[in-house]
């Protein structure tokens, strides 16, 4: 699998991992709750997933997580603000609300999940559920 | 400025650039507001990801290049399952005129929003003329 030690392979080969996955219908029927933004990226570690979105710009009090059973749900808002009489040359930055609900293929730990908001990257640490673990199964 | 409508997605816009690369990897094309006010031009700039000391920011020949790495240290021992964008370093460049203050360049990086702020050289700003 893929293994992104080697320092001088590391963004060709997890820029192809990553696009590898693009087209995967891995979450399933898609967002329950109007709007896709942010876009996001899953990955595993072990059991628990990491869920990873991109939110330049987007203050920690601007954003809300809510994690219920296998519900991953991203509430905020995000906002662009200039001096009032400044004469605007370049528009790329987009701004508004997002509501953003997915369903994960596993059971998440509610008490365990962690999440951090640096650099405008958002990272949410989400442990699987002890009753979701796959047991071993003795092959006699 | 806030607008209360939906934020919608796009893909991130890849560099297409005129040099060729000797390295392998894409590169992406941070997305840029410019704005300008009496004493300065603003330019704000998106790079998640990118943290101050992975930050290069250089003028030479009148053209302001930045160029931001992201720390992929990160993504170690992690197995994608589900993507929707990819990652890569960000670089942008831009031809300044002659009317900025070159001296006095500052830039600020919060929550990945990189903002420039190039001040006005002194004679190049506006100035109201009264009538006598």
Avoid at chain 1, 51 to 75: F, W, Y
Wanted: aromatic letters at 6%.
């Amino acid at each position: 699998m893929a293994q992104f030690s080697d320092p001088f392979e590391t963004l060709v080969s997890l820029q192809q991992a990553l696009d590898t996955f693009r087209t995967s219908r891995w979450l399933g029927a898609g967002p329950s709750a109007g709007g896709s933004y942010p876009p996001m990226n899953v990955f595993r570690k072990g059991d628990d997933l990491i869920v990873i979105a991109e939110v330049p710009g987007i203050k920690k009090s601007d954003l809300e997580v809510q994690v219920k059973g296998n519900t991953l749900r991203l509430v905020g808002t995000k906002s662009v603000n200039y001096p009032d009489k400044a004469a605007r040359h370049r528009r790329e930055r987009l701004a508004g609300r997002f509501d953003r609900a997915v369903t994960l293929p596993v059971e998440i730990e509610q008490e365990g999940v962690k999440a951090e908001c640096r650099d405008g990257i958002l990272a949410l640490f989400l442990p699987r559920a002890e009753r979701d673990r796959p047991k071993s199964i003795q092959v006699s | 400025m806030t607008t209360a409508q939906e934020l919608s997605v796009r893909d991130k816009k890849e560099l297409v650039s005129k040099e060729e690369q000797t390295a392998p990897g894409r590169h992406y094309v941070p997305y840029t507001d410019i704005y300008e006010t009496d004493d300065a031009l603003s330019l704000v700039m998106e790079m998640p990801g990118v943290e101050r000391t992975n930050l290069n920011v250089a003028l030479e020949n009148d053209v302001l290049r930045v160029d931001g790495q992201i720390d992929l240290s990160k993504y170690e021992g992690m197995e994608p399952v589900y993507t929707e964008y990819n990652i890569g370093h960000y670089t942008r460049a831009f031809t300044l005129s002659n009317k900025i203050d070159r001296e006095r360049i500052s830039a600020l990086l919060d929550d990945g929003v990189l903002t420039l702020t190039l001040p006005k050289a002194q004679e190049t700003k506006p100035r109201r003329i009264s009538i006598g």
